[in-house]
């Protein structure tokens, strides 16, 4: 099972790894997340992500490891981009909860397949969705409303 990483702005990754939790809880401990604060010096940051990143692969009798990182180009995805070597480390870039839990879902295949389905997770997760009201849900008007206008929450 590769090993996971995520790292993100602030505080995003924590933030994504209790979203991990929510339908993995049994796999979060096994989940590395570093949130990268403002200002923070390159090579500390290096630094700290070699260590979660040893981390994961330690979770890994290979010792793979898929890292998500939040922006391509910024600092996060910079810094791992030096630590990957896409072999036995591979990075994604645009980590969101759907890619996130899709490769929770299958952490036990084989690290190429867990990008493959994370890849797939992500993009098939962000999507437009109808603006209409669903069929089951009446209209009422709230009398709190000075303008009388009819809100769905």
């Known amino acids: 099972m590769p090993g996971l990483f995520i790292i993100a702005h602030a505080p995003l990754a924590s933030a ?10 049994e796999l979060v401990q ?4 570093l949130d990268v604060p403002p200002n923070l010096p390159c090579d ?9 990143l040893s981390l994961a692969q330690d ?8 890292i998500l990182t939040d922006v391509f180009g910024a600092t996060p995805c910079n810094t791992v981009q030096r ?11 645009g980590v969101n909860v759907p890619m996130l839990w899709r490769a929770l879902n ?5 690290l190429d397949t867990v990008v493959t389905r994370a890849l797939a997770g992500g993009t098939q997760g962000v999507m437009q969705i109808a603006s209409s ?4 849900q ?3 008007p709230t009398s709190h409303d000075q303008d009388h206008r009819q809100h769905q929450q």
Do not use: M, W
């Open 16 to 25: 994504l790894k209790l979203a991990a939790g929510h339908c993995f809880p």
């Open 30 to 33: 096994h989940l590395q997340a």
């Open 44 to 52: 500390e940051l290096e630094a700290q992500a070699r260590v979660l």
């Open 59 to 66: 979770a890994d009798p290979r010792g793979e490891a898929l």
């Open 83 to 93: 630590l990957a070597d896409g072999q036995h480390v591979k990075v994604i870039t």
């Open 106 to 110: 299958y952490a036990s295949e084989p």
């Open 133 to 136: 009201r669903p069929q089951n």
């Open 138 to 140: 009446a209209s009422q």
